[in-house]
C-alpha cells in the first residue's frame, strides 16, 4: 500500500470517479511481466488476463473488479492497460516516452527500451518538469495535444506531477556520437510514433481510433529524430526549438 | 491464367496521410504506409473487380508504365500485404468484401 500510495499520491482527488475498481486480494503468483497478457471486450466489458491478475471493467459503468495477489505491480499494470483503454475512446494515447515541461511547453521523448528515455530524464536541469521517464500521457484536448504529468514511472521511480502543458514536440530517440534534430516524413513518424503506443486490445474500432489519434499528432505536432549524447547540452538544443 | 481478385482484410484500420494510405494491422499493430500508387490499389480493393483490370484502368491509365511492368509490381504488392492479412488474395471473386 505504501508503494501506491507514494506513486498515486499526487493524484488523489475528492471529485467523483470515472472509473471505480473494486481490488479483491487473492492468493495467486507473483506478478511477472513476461507473461502473456489478454484484453479481450466482450459487449462493453472488457477482460483483462495476465498470470497474476483477472480484472474486468464495463465501460458503460466506469465499474470494474481486479483479482490480484498483494503487490503493487499488478495494480499498475491494471491501471496502465485501463488508461489505454480509455483513452484510446478519448483522442488519446499512453506513449513510451519520457515527457517534461518547460515552461508552458511540454516535449515527449519516445523510444523503445535502451534508447534512452530514462538518460534524458536523469540530464534534466532544475528548470524543466518531469511528467514522467517511461509512459507519457497524450490527449487531444480543446483542438490541441497535452502532455501530462503520469504516475507511470520507469527506472527513477519518480511519479510526476498531476498537471499538463501543450504538446510542442515529439521526439524519437536514439543515442550517438553528436547531438542532432531531423525532420521526419509523416508516415515515417506515424509508424515509429506507433510502434511505441501502448495498446494491447484486439478490436478493430478502438485500433481504428489510435491510429487516427496518432495521425492527428503527426499532423498537428512536429515529429522529429533526435540524436543525443548523454550530457545535460541537450536540454540546451531541445528548448532552442521553436514553438511547434 | 487465372485471374486475381484482391479484398481490404477485415481486421484493419486505415487513415490517409497527405496522398498515402496508413493502413494498421489490428491483430499485431502492424503498420503499412503506402504510395500512391498502393492507395490505389487499396481503395480499389473491392473483391470483384480483376487486379489486372484495376491496374489497366487504375495505374496506367494515370502512370506512364507498362502493363507487364505495373501488374509485377501490383502482384509483389499483394503478396506482401496478404502475408500480414492486410489485403485478402484470391483466383476468384471474394465474397462480402467491403466496397
Known sequence: MNVLERGYGGYLSRAAADVQLEVTLVDGPQADPSAELVVQREGKTWHLLRGDLRAEWNRATGRGRVWQNLNSYSTDVVLRILHTLILAGQDGVLLHAASAKVGDRAFAFSGVSGAGKTTISRLAPNYVTLFTDEISYLKMENGEFRAWGTPFSGELAKPGPNSWARLARVFLLRQGPENSIEPMERHEAVCSVLRNVLFFADDPELAGRVLETVCRLVETVPVQRLTFRPEAAIWDLVTSMENG | ?99
Do not use: N, Q
Open chain 2, 1 to 99: 491464367m487465372a485471374e486475381t481478385y484482391i479484398a481490404r482484410g477485415k481486421a484493419v484500420a486505415a487513415r490517409a496521410l497527405g496522398g498515402e494510405m496508413m493502413i494498421m494491422s489490428v491483430a499485431d499493430s502492424t503498420v503499412f504506409a503506402l504510395d500512391e500508387v498502393a492507395t490505389i490499389l487499396w481503395k480499389s480493393a473491392d473483391g470483384v473487380t480483376p487486379l489486372e483490370t484495376i491496374v489497366r484502368d487504375h495505374v496506367c491509365a494515370a502512370y506512364e508504365v507498362s502493363p507487364e511492368t505495373a501488374i509485377r509490381d501490383a502482384e509483389d504488392f499483394c503478396r506482401e500485404l496478404s502475408g500480414s492479412g492486410i489485403l485478402l488474395t484470391s483466383d476468384r471473386p471474394i465474397a462480402g468484401a467491403a466496397r
